[in-house]
């Protein structure tokens, strides 16, 4: 006989644990155990099915029962929560949560993959009825029979996170009326603010009613109705329905009772091949706390891939293969109505909480060449180590094209590569998909330039009055949004009127986007003037954070 293999929980990390366990060993006993009713499903899907895009729920039945069962010969268990590890006898009990019985199971090997709880705090009138969170089938199952019974005409989506944004993409799309209420200053968290902006702008031109830096203070009950959502400010929102989207708290109760080692954060602590505390059980997904391959840091990461990847490295650790898990960079994406925002790496301020220098460049390269017909702008930015040109981190906002220039990137970080590697990357280029010279190509001129001292970057918060603003847009462009106390030259009429130019001042030199002043910059240096470019010039500052 093989191993005995048991894995806690379905979903990305233990379905995938299991699949490979058995695609590696068919000798081994593998059984999973699930509390719900499905062990495989999408998660990612959910907000769709509310939204009517994925219209039949079977869709979101990722593997079906009868495929593990039969093609996989795994012994999988829905409806049972396994409530206890005996460590030293390394046994489970398992309840049975249609009959009530408790059964005793062995293991060589056990998997933990729990997942995480959306977070619910203690708020008066949380446990009102109408206050939804989306975990699973039977959560979109009760908000699709609530809207339905009640006929639903507004929702209040509570948090601006992933779910809470496409929760409220959906929900338009349903032809509710949407209020988002966020209690930061942006919607999402993970991204720099400055990188969100035109996606404040484009909810709220979809009709979604944002309100921000305004967190949930209590839930007045409305008499079998949803609950009036009341804020901190005192602003009352009432409407049909809630969804609470304000995160997920990893589910370790099982571990923390078993003695099992938690970390600073709350997850579950495990080493680079998944083992636990205890070298007999291991851990995936959600619940597990994992490093950060930029900082170096611990943190927790509830997203698809890596719970996947967890589990397939698990699976042959168990086995006796050498894998070890990387650690997590963050990849993620987003669509928003017709935009996408994506990102991997750290952000600016991660990269500022842990003392990590670094340096930063802003661009809006199209999505394909501008003669061929739909051409859209991206608002891309890169950050890299101002040393070594490491790549740290990238965001990228915009209609089309943004998935690939970070998939790019993403590579680019877990290779260790370089902003030089990005002006050398060669990539695919026909007119109608990108560009000869496409916008990732580009933050590494851009950001090559600055190391190499060609063209030394500068950024809208370090603008100073001792320092000469140069302006090299033309008149009209000054015209239609000036910059105080800058001088306007149009780049045209430098060479011409480069005598105007002083020499014991720094020229500090703006555009629209940053190329124009980029070649004054050379101009300027050339002559023997000290010079830098404003990144990303006017595109970059209209995106600033208010206030």
């Known amino acids: 006989m093989g191993q005995r293999v048991l894995i806690v929980g379905g979903v990305a990390g233990g379905a995938s644990c299991a699949a490979r366990a058995r695609r590696i060993s068919e000798d081994a006993e593998i059984v ?56 030293a006898e390394r046994t489970v009990e398992v309840r049975d949560l249609e009959s009530g019985s408790v059964i005793t199971e062995r293991y060589d090997a056990l998997v933990l993959s729990p997942g995480a709880a959306p977070l619910r705090p203690p708020l008066p009138g949380i446990d009102s009825e109408g206050i939804f969170s989306v975990r699973n089938i039977p959560d979109v199952d009760a908000i699709n029979g609530w809207i339905e019974t009640r006929t639903a005409k507004s929702a209040v989506v509570v948090g601006g996170g992933f779910i809470g944004l496409e929760m409220a993409e959906n929900l338009v799309h349903r032809g509710l009326s949407v209020t988002l209420v966020e209690m930061l200053d942006q919607v999402m968290p993970p991204l720099d603010p400055e990188m969100v902006s035109e996606v404040h702008t484009h909810l709220r031109e979809r009709g979604v009613n944002l309100c921000l830096r305004d967190g949930v203070a209590r839930f007045e009950p409305s008499g079998g109705a949803a609950p009036t959502v009341v804020t901190q400010s005192g602003v009352r929102h009432e409407s049909d329905l809630v969804i609470l989207a304000i995160g997920v708290k990893p589910e370790i109760g099982l571990a923390r009772e078993a003695g099992l080692e938690i970390g600073d954060l709350g997850g579950i602590r495990i080493d680079e091949q998944m083992r636990t505390s205890d070298p007999s059980i291991f851990a995936v997904g959600d619940a597990v706390e994992v490093r950060d391959v930029v900082t170096g840091d611990w943190t927790l990461l509830p997203l698809a891939g890596p719970a996947n990847r967890q589990g397939r490295i698990a699976a042959d650790v168990i086995f006796g293969r050498e894998a070890r898990f990387r650690g997590v960079q963050g990849t993620a994406v987003v669509g928003v109505f017709d935009l996408t925002i994506a990102s991997t790496g750290a952000s600016e301020k991660r990269l500022r909480r842990a003392g990590i220098p670094h340096e930063k460049v802003y661009l809006f390269p199209p999505d394909h060449v501008g003669y061929y017909p739909g051409r859209h702008l991206m608002h ?34 877990q290779m260790g590569a370089t902003v030089f590697d990005l002006e050398e990357a060669e990539l695919c280029y026909a007119p109608q998909f990108g560009a000869a010279k496409d916008g990732v190509n580009m933050a590494g001129f851009i950001a090559a330039n600055h190391i190499r001292g060609d ?31 800058a001088v306007n030259i149009p780049i045209d009429d430098l060479r011409e009127r480069i005598g105007e130019m002083p020499r014991d ?39 600033l954070p208010v206030g």
Not at 382 to 390: E, K
Not at 521 to 534: E, P, T
Request: hydrophobic share 40%.
């Open 32 to 87: 999973v155990f699930e509390r719900g009713p499905y062990a495989s499903f999408a998660n990612c899907g959910l907000p769709y099915h509310v939204g009517g895009v994925i219209a039949e729920r079977r869709r979101l039945l990722v593997t079906k029962p009868e495929l593990l069962r039969d093609r996989f010969r795994i012994d999988l268990r829905t409806r049972h929560e396994v409530t206890r590890i005996n460590r």
């Open 380 to 413: 891309l930015k890169v950050l890299f180590d101002p040393g070594s040109g490491r790549v740290l981190g990238a965001q990228c906002v915009g209609r089309a094209g943004v998935d690939k220039r970070i998939d790019v990137i993403a590579m680019a970080i």
């Open 455 to 485: 063209s030394p970057l500068m950024h809208w918060g370090d603008v100073d009055n001792g320092s000469f603003l140069l302006d090299v847009r033309s008149e009209r462009e000054v015209k239609r949004s000036p910059v105080p106390n």
């Open 505 to 543: 001042r720094e020229i500090q030199a703006l555009c629209d986007t940053g190329f124009r002043s980029y070649l004054a910059v050379r101009i300027l240096k050339q002559a023997g003037f000290r010079a830098r470019n404003v990144s990303g010039g006017i595109q970059s500052k209209e995106r």
